[in-house]
């Protein structure tokens, strides 16, 4: 009986002991030609090996005070070490809403986009680009059609860029190839800024408030 109350109380002290999951939020003003449209945030959470990341964006696009066009999306990312393990999201595009889940096990990767199944290779990750892991790929996937897409990246080095916390060191990256924007990190691999061109050819840019 002794040994087992003691066996209880050495558990229970390795409970308490155990490392609290580091969360990380990052939070970004999404800019159309320079007038705020919108907010995109993203949640880290790491537990020893696994990691959780979730995302919210909201844009509102409005001309002449009336809403022109409004987006939402909300999407969940796990991994385990550097191996991709799974994804969720759901989109709404201007009142077109869509789904997308995503599974990896042994070689392969099972995509359901809007009720269609395909199986991608298993390196596949989401073309979401919250960390530095997209420079080891070359198969992604569309986050909110779950379309696959081959991106070629080019390496721009180092910028001084201004930001909204003061002027950064940041590293530069290009993507072409299905999914056209440019790419911030700071030296610790964190997102500073991602930019594009909307399909009215203005400029896009999601800049980090922190």
Request: hydrophobic residues 40%; contains cysteine.
């Amino acid at each position: 009986m002794k040994g087992a109350i003691v066996a209880l109380a050495l558990a229970l002290c390795a409970t308490d002991l155990r490392a609290e999951p580091q969360v990380q939020r990052l939070s970004f003003a999404i800019m159309r030609n320079g007038q705020q449209i919108g907010q995109h945030d993203m949640e880290i959470a790491r537990d020893g090996a696994a990691t959780t990341v979730e995302f919210r964006t909201q844009i509102e696009v409005k001309l002449m005070f009336i809403k022109a066009y409004s987006f939402g999306y909300a999407g969940r990312e796990i991994w385990n070490g550097d191996s991709f393990v799974s994804f969720e999201s759901q989109t709404n595009d201007n009142g077109k809403p869509h789904a997308v889940t995503a599974s990896t096990s042994a070689d392969k990767t099972t995509i359901t986009a809007d009720g269609k199944t395909i199986e991608a290779p298993g390196n596949v990750i989401p073309a979401s680009f919250w960390s530095l892991a997209f420079l080891t790929r070359t198969a992604f996937f569309h986050t909110e059609t779950g379309l696959p897409l081959k991106i070629a990246i080019a390496d721009l080095g180092n910028e001084q860029i201004a930001t909204r916390m003061g002027p950064r060191l940041a590293h530069h990256y290009r993507l072409t190839g299905g999914l056209e924007r440019d790419l911030w990190f700071d030296q610790t691999g964190a997102p500073l800024r991602y930019q594009l061109k909307g399909s009215d050819n203005s400029l896009i840019t999601s800049e980090a408030l922190q």
